[in-house]
């Protein structure tokens, strides 16, 4: 099986607020074309154009509706690999294709390794493997390495290219393992996330909670407003726990 770094330099993840995030599903279309020709290329779809489509996604954006009545919300879930500090699939991973990077902490897939057994996308909990049927290997997000390293772009462009196309600014991307970076005080600001704590994964991505709702009190006339307390961490009655709830179905 294949052993983890002790420590890594860095911890270069994802934070996704879905208080703005609108379900556009450009995030997942800008990782599909970016990646189509990149580190993981191809990206292969089957049957496209048909009832059925189905194919190869490192994003992939749900919708779910949350609560009953007057208290319905509609939250749009992107979803991609989280990039755990303790990772199972890749202390599963019988051959080694499966690794985490000392450097900055991003967890890969080395396609020429890579025997498909599929063990890594029975460890996830978080559903991030995709297996590719043409190549036969396993494959997810990779945080656009090929891209945030590149010096050949401008360097406001180094970003995943998910962060770049997001047209409410709902996703960011930087330095978690730094508690002074802007994205780590961010998550600080709006208390910040992680799916499933529970299972010891580590995840580094996190997720910032919608902001609870301004709603209308009486009928007075007055346009008068209150604010729902502020959620805190997952719990009974939250969204938190709710969103806990789903995912371990």
């Not at 996308?121 to 396993?138: I, L, N």
């Not at 208390?191 to 995840?203: T, W």
């Not at 961490?233 to 995912?247: H, I, M, Y």
Request: with cysteine.
């Amino acid at each position: 099986m294949t052993s983890l770094p002790k420590s890594t330099e860095k911890k270069l993840g994802l934070v996704t607020d879905l208080d703005i995030c609108v379900g556009c599903h450009a995030c997942a279309v800008s990782c599909k074309e970016w990646n189509a020709g990149g580190h993981s290329a191809p990206l292969t779809d089957t049957n496209a154009y048909a009832a059925d489509p189905h194919g190869v996604w490192f994003n992939r954006v749900h919708v779910y509706e949350t609560d009953d009545g007057e208290n319905t919300r509609t939250v749009n879930f992107p979803r991609s690999c989280l990039h755990c500090e303790e990772p199972a699939c890749v202390t599963v991973c019988p051959t080694g294709a499966s690794y985490k990077r000392e450097e900055d902490g991003i967890v890969l897939v080395d396609a020429e390794k890579c025997i498909g057994c599929k063990l890594c996308s029975w460890a996830c909990p978080y559903g991030a493997r995709e297996y590719d049927q043409d190549d036969g290997v396993m494959k997810k997000c990779t945080l656009c390495v090929d891209r945030i390293y590149n010096e050949k772009i401008e360097e406001a462009e180094r970003v995943p290219a998910c962060v770049k196309a997001c047209p409410a600014g709902a996703r960011h991307f930087g330095d978690l393992g730094d508690p002074e970076s802007d994205i780590s005080k961010l998550v600080d600001q709006r208390d910040g996330y992680a799916l499933m704590p529970e299972m010891d994964y580590k995840p580094v991505n996190r997720y910032l909670p919608p902001r609870p709702r301004k709603v209308s009190v009486g009928d007075t006339g007055a346009g008068a407003e209150i604010t729902v307390a502020k959620e805190a961490q997952p719990g009974e009655g939250t969204f938190l726990g709710w969103l806990d709830k789903v995912l371990t179905r």
